[in-house]
């Protein structure tokens, strides 16, 4: 589904992406993982095209297509999404017109005919039970006044109403607690699915025991440095980045 | 993809949509303003003799006056003896029914979505279309004159209504009240004119049209809208011109009186031609716009949407003298290429318990400038008044600017007064957040602006909020992109 080839990124002329390659099939979830400023949550950012993120070398193909070649909404609307680490707020526009917008600007672009108030609020009281989402939280501003957690189930919710073929998580586990980290990962299991891949940006392994990854990729200083199955978050865990890191400097030296 | 700078510098590209002439034989007096001016335009009127010494009263005054240049706008000098100040479609005779029309006048307003004929207008919307100086038709009369409401051209009240034509002319915006509005009494040639009688909720809503076709020319009306004991209406104005390299004076005059426990809400989408990306062309909006809560208990709310112009001036404001009675000023100006606008409210509280709401949403984008003034005053005898105003300014880009200037003149102690403002800009994290979600850079402007704009729009009548809606997208049309 998703080809990554020698990706290189910069971000304010500082090059960040130094030639990464990964592969993604359907049905797959994977895990990037990497200390702080190794690049991962560039990765995420760069693949759903934000325009900071200049990207300087390497190709992207997303079902065959040339993903770089697409505007951020082209992007969107062939079906990648990206769950923001910071979602934005808009202040007096309603959620849930936002998202019937999003919706229907998919639909539109596959063809499909554009769904009505009635039928929007109907597919609306489906997916809400799937994340615990309070209704009342769909006549809100988009984000506007939600607590951190709320940022984020909506954007898991945004998810599941838009059903993507690539989600990515940028860092969707910063600053949740148990609780809400756990309405979180079963939101994203719901939507495992094998026509659909998901990568998962996080700094910790916490998120990874409920969502399991099937595989884990390490990125540090800009370049891939390990990729491994699901043990591999483990063993993060138990002993850092640091040996990792060391690594790269003994390979590169 | 990289989009920042520049995506946020381009502005306006689309074509103003309403910007075509139309053909028709006029009746022009000859550019240039003296008594004969007055007299000829209130001679072609056949105006009584009472309206013609106002006029010249009114001129007279004008020309020891001074324009004002307080204002945060800039524009070259007006000549005013280069404007036309009437010009009217030639009828060859007394206009029956809207068979005899000129049919170029009448496809004009068909293309501007104005259809003149009643069953094709929006069912409750009964309007009066107003072509350079002079009304041209007026839907619904009969219908409305059922319940006892007059709702007519302005020539026409001064010949059918004189009695009340005379009482209210000049009662809330004196013709000495200022520069424009001494000029506008001169020489006002047309206008809409109401009155909803005692008790009666006017059962649709009223709209006038005004449309600038001829070159050269200044529209000057003037409408006066009077509510009495009870009465409810909501009335509505709309507005377009051609596009022309020149700059067009409008100065029109708006008088609003609402009695005892009458209710005035007064709508504007003020579309006038803008001006070109570069600036040139476009018309300037002086206006002046005053409601008079005579009554207790009344109230009349001015809800604006100001997209066009080059410039616009114009401080729709409430003297709130009844007791108990309510003044609300509800707004969105937007200013994008080299718009200039400077506009907002005055609130002058009088009786006692009087309440005051403004609203203020500043657009700017391109090079535009948008300047909110707005006046609260609390006379020494308006116990218990109370005022809330929020003016809050959005910017496109880095090139435009917002500004505000609130002036407060509290003279009893017993009165509440709060003010709040914010300026924002559009965030490219705003506009990046929704084209992830698949919309594009237009549509997310578009929505983050409306959620923006949307206490003002709900304000106005459904049928024009979503009109409204689409015309300020229209009109910020490439601002980002």
């Not at chain 1, 309405?183 to 094998?194: C, D, E, I, T, Y």
Request: hydrophobic share 35%; proline share 3%.
């Amino acid at each position: 589904m998703l080809d990554i080839k020698s990706l290189q990124v910069k971000v304010e002329g500082k090059q960040i992406l130094k030639g990464i390659d990964l592969r993604v099939n359907a049905g797959e979830v994977h895990a990037i993982m990497g200390p702080n400023g190794s690049g991962k949550s560039t990765l995420a950012r760069a693949l759903s095209g934000h325009p900071e993120y200049e990207v300087t070398g390497g190709e992207v193909l997303f079902e065959g297509q040339d993903l770089l070649e697409m505007d951020p909404d082209t992007r969107a609307r062939e079906g990648v999404f990206m769950a923001f680490q910071y979602p934005v707020e808009i202040a007096g526009v309603n959620n849930a017109y936002f998202l019937k917008a999003a919706l229907n600007a998919k639909r539109k672009h596959h063809g499909q005919p554009e769904l009505d108030a009635m039928e929007f609020m109907q597919l609306i009281k489906e997916k809400s039970k799937l994340l615990d989402i309070d209704q009342s939280m769909l006549s809100r501003a988009v984000n506007e006044g939600f607590s951190g957690g709320e940022k984020k189930r909506n954007e898991i919710f945004q998810m599941a109403l838009l059903e993507p073929k690539l989600a990515i998580l940028d860092e969707t586990d910063s600053g949740l607690d148990i609780d809400a980290l756990k309405l979180v990962a079963n939101g994203v299991n719901a939507m495992r699915s094998p026509t659909r891949a998901i990568i998962v940006v996080t700094h910790y392994q916490r998120l990874l025991d409920y969502i399991v990854p099937d595989h884990v990729h390490v990125l540090s200083g800009g370049r891939m440095v390990k990729s491994g199955g699901k043990e591999l978050a483990l063993e993060l865990e138990r002993r850092g980045y640091g040996w990792l890191e060391n690594g790269v400097t003994a390979v590169g030296a | 993809m990289t989009t920042s700078p520049q995506t946020i510098e381009e502005l306006a590209t689309r074509e103003y949509k309403y910007g075509f002439t139309t053909e028709v034989e006029t009746d022009t007096i000859a550019k240039g303003l003296n008594e004969d001016v007055v007299r000829a335009i209130s001679q072609k009127k056949g105006e009584p003799e009472w309206l013609l010494e106002w006029r010249l009263k009114a001129y007279r005054l004008w020309l020891s006056m001074k324009e004002p240049t307080w204002q945060n706008v800039k524009y070259d000098p007006i000549n005013y003896q280069d404007i036309v100040y009437y010009s009217a479609p030639k009828k060859k005779k007394v206009l029956n029914s809207l068979d005899e029309m000129d049919p170029e006048v009448r496809r004009t307003f068909d293309k501007l979505g104005i259809p003149l004929e009643e069953q094709k207008l929006f069912a409750g919307v009964a309007v009066d279309a107003v072509f350079d100086s002079v009304s041209v038709a007026t839907t619904f009369r009969e219908k409305l004159a059922s319940v006892g409401i007059i709702f007519m051209s302005f020539s026409e009240a001064v010949r059918e209504h004189p009695d009340l034509v005379r009482q209210y002319l000049g009662s809330v915006v004196p013709h000495t009240d200022n520069f424009f509005a001494a000029l506008n009494s001169a020489v006002f040639s047309d206008g809409s004119f109401v009155y909803i009688p005692k008790g009666v909720r006017c059962p649709m809503e009223l709209s006038t049209y005004f449309r600038i076709n001829a070159k050269d020319t200044g529209q000057f009306e003037r409408t006066l809208i009077i509510a009495d004991e009870g009465a409810f209406v909501s009335y509505l104005e709309g507005c377009t011109a051609p596009m022309r390299d020149e700059n067009q004076l409008h100065a029109a005059v708006v008088e609003l009186v609402a009695h005892d426990d009458a209710t005035i809400k007064y709508s504007t989408i003020q579309n006038w031609y803008p001006g070109d990306k570069d600036g040139k062309g476009g018309i300037y909006n002086f206006v002046t716009k005053r409601g008079l809560c005579a009554g207790r208990g009344s109230k009349i709310t001015w809800t604006q949407v100001e997209t066009g112009s080059a410039i616009t001036w114009k401080y729709p404001g409430c003297i709130l003298q009844g007791d108990n009675s309510i003044g609300e000023f509800y707004s969105v100006a937007t200013t994008n290429n080299w718009q200039q606008a400077d506009t907002g409210t005055k609130m002058i509280h009088l009786g006692k318990n009087t309440r005051s709401t403004i609203v203020s949403k500043g657009i700017s984008a391109g090079h535009g400038q948008n300047t909110y003034r707005g006046m609260v005053r609390v006379g020494k005898n308006a116990k218990h008044a109370r005022n809330y105003s929020q003016c809050d300014s959005l910017l496109i880009g880095d090139k435009c600017g917002a500004h505000t200037f609130p002036y407060l003149e509290i003279r009893n102690t017993s009165a509440r007064v709060e003010h709040e403002a914010s300026t924002s800009k559009i965030g490219e994290d705003q506009i990046f957040y929704c084209r992830q979600r698949g919309l594009t850079t237009e549509d997310a402007v578009n929505m983050i602006v409306s959620g923006f704009c949307r206490e003002v729009f709900r304000e106005l009548p459904m049928e024009f909020a979503v009109e409204a809606q689409k015309l300020l997208s229209v009109s910020l049309e490439g601002s980002v992109g």
